[in-house]
């Protein structure tokens, strides 16, 4: 499957720039690449891990929904997007686990 440079470019926009937005300084993102088998699949997993305070239960449910915002400015439709463009990449997003502090999100993309 060929990707879309220009969509994938926004989905890590739309990330690091909803990083960049919650935390305080000294902003600290952490971006690590895998490969990995994801159910039954070879996948590259981009895991962006950032120092803010992280996702309440809330947050973490509803944060992929369309209009969806907790910004005083913001649309809500900057992961809505992401989301609809990385599966339209045959791949999936989804927040993580595996912080202690700070917000984590997943990006699988299939990979050949």
Same mark, same amino acid.
Request: aromatic share 6%; charged share 20%; proline share 4%.
């Given at each position: ?7 994938? &470019? ?10 960049? *937005? *919650?935390? *305080? ?5 952490? #971006? ?5 088998? $994801? ?7 981009? *895991? ?5 305070? &992280? ?24 992961? +809505?997007?992401?989301?609809?463009? #990385?599966?339209? $990449? ?9 912080? +202690? ?12």
């Amino acid at each position: 499957m060929k990707v879309d440079p220009f969509r994938l &470019g926004q989905v890590f926009r739309n990330i690091l720039d909803n990083a960049l *937005a *919650a935390c *305080a300084e000294p902003v600290q993102i952490r #971006v690590a690449c895998t490969r990995m088998d $994801h159910d039954g699949r070879s996948m590259i997993q981009l *895991a962006f891990c950032d120092n803010g305070p &992280g996702l309440n239960a809330e947050q973490r449910q509803r944060i992929f929904e369309p209009f969806y915002t907790t910004k005083t400015k913001g649309t809500g439709l900057g992961m +809505a997007i992401a989301k609809r463009i #990385v599966e339209a $990449h045959g791949g999936e997003i989804a927040v993580g686990c595996g912080v +202690a502090r700070g917000a984590e999100l997943l990006v699988r993309l299939p990979c050949q």
